[in-house]
Each structure stands twice: as C-alpha cells, then as structure tokens.
C-alpha cells in the first residue's frame, strides 16, 4: 500500500474541544430560549382564556387558533400594514445610513469625528428617552415643529399628528429610523475603509464616474454587510412594539395594530392566550424565513 493510499483512508479524527466549548452556550440558548418557544407553540394549540386560568388547564384545538387567525380580515391587513412599516423604514434607514456613511468618507477628519460622537451618542440614548423626546417634539400641546410651521405662515396650533395615521406612521418611523442610523452608518463606513484605494483610482484613471466606480466596485464589495444590516434591521423594525405603544399613550386605535401589538392585544386586552401565542409563532416563521434568506445569500456571496 502507498503513503497516498494510506493518507486516504485514513478516518478524519473528530476534535471534540470545538464541540465542548459551544455546548454551555448552547444548553444557555435552550434554557433560554427554546423552552418558551416549546411552551409558546403548545399554548397556541390551546383555547386559554380567563375560565381556563381559573380552572388551571387550557382546552387543546389543535390548529382551530392558527385557522380563525388566517380567515380573519383583520390580521390580513395587519400584517399587510407591518409589512409596509418595515420595509419602508428599512429601506430609509439604509439609504440615509449609507448616504451618511460615504459623506464621512469624504468629510474632514474633524468634522467627520464630531459626527462620529453624535452618533455613538444617538446610540447610547435609551429607547424610552429618544421616544419621548420626539413625542415633545410633536406634542398636542406644545410642539416645536408645529411653531416652526405656524412661523412659516400656517396656523397649526393644537394639531394631533396622530389622528391621521400616514403622518402618524411617518412620525414613529423617522424615531425607528433615527434609532437605526448609527449602527447602520458606522457599520458601512467600516466596510467603506476597507474597500481597496488602488481599484478605485484604477478605475477612475480608465474613465469611471462616481456612479460606476460605486456600480462595479465598491457596491459588489459590500453586499454582504448590505445583506446583513439588512436582515437585521428587517427583524429590528418587523417587532416594533414601544414606539406605537409608548406614542399612542398606550392606547393604541386598530388603525395603528402591527402584528406585535395585534398579539399583545389579543393576548393580554382580550385575555386570549391561545390566539395570541398563535399570532407570535406566525412571527417567528415570518422572521426566520427572512433571516434563512438573507443567511443563503451570504452563503452564495461566500461561495462565490
């Protein structure tokens, strides 16, 4: 037998310290996190309201929760309008995000570091914080951008943005978005350091425009930070439940449900649990189809 024979069948020896070392995670992430879901699935089988509280055990339907929640209008239309809400604050916060991202590129460094501070500071702020600063910012009572407007020659005093739910939504958005925008632009200005100088000076000696040196060069190499801001900001602004409830005074109308506050709702404003915990292994699968997605594209972009 030759040495390159025996170097085949040779068995491959299994390491088993890569294994040991992920398993205390893993057990925590089970513990954590797989239990709940196993409880949340079994309740979502289950008609579990207030007489079943009292007696202490739920009446098992199999799937007649996920059925009436399918043959429902109302939850058509919910999901239809949180579909809407997230991907348009997605697609706004990466716009705006890489717009500010390639403006630091070419910015002096010390203006460029001031922006830098007031974005780390943006991030540090605590949600509660940064919402209720931009419900003063468009209070009933008193709103510096309804004076603004009302010094521009229009009579807005008093107005309720929230009556109407475009510039309702259009306010909660921008404070999702406002959030969003430093991880994202910090995240792309990273990867923009990193694209190599020679290609793009290359490239602009050979007669390339901005547009086709971004187009060709510096876009292809930073798909797979786009792919994953991406993901996560489509499973950031997919649960958004604090900005509508803490905007709405906690009394969010029907026309401002998202499927977050649709399952909060049927839950703990109607007392139907089952109905409920239906609605959240509907957003989990949505969450995980999206997430699977975007994760065989970066396997794809790695393969290539």
């Known amino acids: 037998m030759s040495i390159g024979q025996s170097n085949i069948s040779r068995p491959r020896k299994?390491?088993?310290?890569?294994?040991?070392?992920?398993?205390?995670?893993?057990?925590?992430?089970?513990?954590?996190?797989?239990?709940?879901?196993?409880?949340?699935?079994?309740?979502?089988?289950?008609?579990?309201?207030?007489?079943?509280?009292?007696?202490?055990?739920?009446?098992?339907?199999g799937l007649g929760n996920f059925i009436e929640i399918f043959t429902d209008k109302e939850f058509w239309t919910i999901l239809?309008?949180?579909?809407?809400?997230?991907?348009?604050?997605?697609?706004?916060?990466?716009?705006?995000?890489?717009?500010?991202?390639?403006?630091?590129?070419?910015?002096?460094?010390?203006?460029?570091?001031?922006?830098?501070?007031?974005?780390?500071?943006?991030?540090a702020m605590p949600q509660l914080v940064s919402i209720s600063v931009w419900r003063w910012l468009f209070s009933f009572e008193f709103s510096i951008i309804t004076e603004i407007i009302n010094n521009l020659g229009f009579n807005m005093d008093k107005h309720n943005y929230f009556v109407n739910t475009v510039s309702g939504f259009l306010i909660i958005g921008g404070c999702v978005a406002w959030g969003a925008l430093p991880f994202i632009t910090i995240s792309i200005y990273a990867a923009l350091t990193q694209v190599p100088q020679d290609l793009i000076e290359a490239a602009e000696i050979d007669g390339a425009?901005?547009?086709?040196?971004?187009?060709?060069?510096?876009?292809?190499m930073l798909l797979p930070v786009y792919?994953?801001?991406?993901?996560?900001?489509?499973?950031?602004?997919?649960q958004v439940f604090s900005h509508i409830w803490i905007f709405l005074d906690s009394r969010p109308s029907a026309d401002y449900y998202t499927i977050a506050i649709y399952a909060f709702q049927k839950s703990f404003g109607l007392s139907e649990y089952g109905k409920g915990?239906?609605?959240s292994i509907v957003m989990i699968i949505a969450l995980i189809?999206?997430?699977?997605?975007?994760?065989?594209?970066?396997m794809?972009?790695?393969d290539e």
């Open 300 to 302: 794809k972009m790695g």
């Open 277 to 279: 915990a239906a609605i």
């Open 209 to 220: 425009n901005p547009r086709q040196v971004f187009q060709n060069i510096i876009f292809p």
């Open 80 to 123: 239809e309008r949180t579909l809407f809400f997230t991907f348009g604050m997605v697609a706004v916060s990466m716009i705006v995000g890489a717009w500010l991202a390639h403006l630091m590129l070419n910015m002096h460094s010390k203006i460029r570091n001031v922006l830098n501070l007031v974005l780390i500071l943006v991030w």
């Open 14 to 61: 299994i390491k088993p310290w890569p294994y040991l070392l992920v398993t205390p995670s893993l057990v925590a992430l089970g513990l954590i996190l797989g239990y709940p879901i196993i409880k949340l699935f079994s309740l979502s089988l289950e008609r579990y309201g207030l007489s079943e509280i009292i007696a202490g055990k739920g009446v098992f339907v």
């Open 289 to 298: 189809g999206v997430t699977g997605y975007y994760m065989r594209q970066m």
């Open 227 to 238: 792919v994953i801001l991406i993901s996560l900001s489509t499973i950031w602004d997919f």
